[in-house]
């Protein structure tokens, strides 16, 4: 029997998806794999899986962005199976055979840890570092990621510790977690949903738990970066093709998570450097003439006020 259930959202990535279930079909533990497909029906995606067993495939009705998605696999999982955690992994990810294993043991050694996460490579390149452990950055409203593209054994990604931000990239969920809490906000469709679910987890009295030891490859492309001349391209620059549907939701979504989140000192800070932040972004986004972004970022702004006229 498995003591976990990994759940991972499909989105015309069937090859991605494919290759990350092989992965976990080698795992030294064993697991039960729930796959939704936010295609929906991706006919790739049914021939890529047709001769793996053991797998649920949830069909979604459209493509219900990453939180919803992985909700869907997290209520399928809480009705129909026993396991004790819920492991969330992004579909373009591998695991090594003895990540389960240590993440299982994590949870064993640490009652009082709700998430564990895991060291992050880029599958591109395993001597560079996705993520070594995360906080939340107030000033900025995110999560942020010490070391992150720098060499994968600096000495604080090789630090097992507790942690306040758990990236959604590989997240595993107590049960009892997810029977108190829910999954992600149903609000985010894409981006911040992990920094969210991290608040919230810990503002009812778990901890983040990042355990080193426990290694995923993660493809950088699929988290809107794009490789050029040796250099990675972050999600923030002008010349990012999807910019204005990133800049929408994480503007909308910074702005949702704070006003739950952001309290005393750090509400102070988030409400003197966000706007300098921005401010910033904005100005270097008219250098570029990227006036989509500078529009998406003002509809994110409206959007939020909506869901505050809503509470």
């Known amino acids: 029997m498995s003591r976990s259930t990994v759940i991972t959202v499909n989105f015309n990535g069937a090859s991605d998806t494919a290759a990350c279930v092989e992965s976990l079909r080698k795992s030294k533990d064993p697991v039960s794999i729930v796959i939704v497909d936010n295609t929906p029906n991706d006919l790739n995606l049914t021939y890529a899986l047709q001769e793996r067993d053991n797998i649920k495939l949830l069909q979604a009705s459209e493509n219900l962005g990453?939180?919803?998605g992985n909700n869907l696999g997290i209520d399928w999982v809480l009705q129909y199976t026993d396991s004790e955690f819920i492991l969330l992994l992004n579909n373009d990810a591998k695991v090594m055979p003895d990540t389960i294993q240590k993440i299982e043991k994590a949870m064993d050694e640490h009652p009082e840890v709700g998430i564990v996460t895991a060291r992050i490579a880029l599958?591109?390149?395993?001597?560079?570092?996705w993520y070594g452990g995360g906080e939340v950055d107030?000033?900025?409203?995110?999560?942020?990621?010490?070391?992150?593209?720098?060499?994968?054994?600096?000495k604080l990604a090789m630090h097992s510790r507790y942690v306040t931000f758990a990236s959604g990239c590989v997240m595993a969920i107590r049960r009892s977690v997810l029977e108190k809490l829910g999954g992600f906000d149903k609000r985010y469709f894409m981006y911040d949903e992990d920094l969210?679910?991290?608040l919230r987890t810990v503002r009812n009295g778990w901890l983040i738990w990042y355990e080193s030891s426990a290694l995923v490859l993660h493809k950088g492309q699929g988290?809107?970066?794009?490789?050029?001349?040796?250099?990675?391209m972050g999600a923030w620059s002008p010349n990012n093709p999807n910019l204005p549907f990133y800049v929408y939701h994480i503007m909308k979504n910074r702005l949702m998570t704070m006003e739950k989140y952001a309290k005393g000192k750090h509400r102070m800070e988030f409400l003197l450097f966000f706007p300098l932040f921005i401010l910033a972004k904005i100005f270097r986004f008219s250098l570029?003439?990227?006036w989509n972004a500078i529009a998406a970022m003002f509809n994110g702004w409206?959007?939020?006020?909506k869901e505050l006229q809503k509470d």
């Open 288 to 290: 570029y003439r990227r």
């Open 196 to 198: 969210e679910l991290s």
């Open 138 to 154: 107030w000033k900025r409203g995110g999560g942020y990621v010490p070391g992150v593209l720098g060499p994968i054994d600096a």
């Open 123 to 129: 599958s591109e390149d395993p001597s560079v570092l």
């Open 66 to 68: 990453f939180g919803r």
């Open 302 to 305: 409206k959007d939020y006020r």
């Open 223 to 232: 988290s809107l970066r794009r490789k050029q001349g040796g250099r990675f």
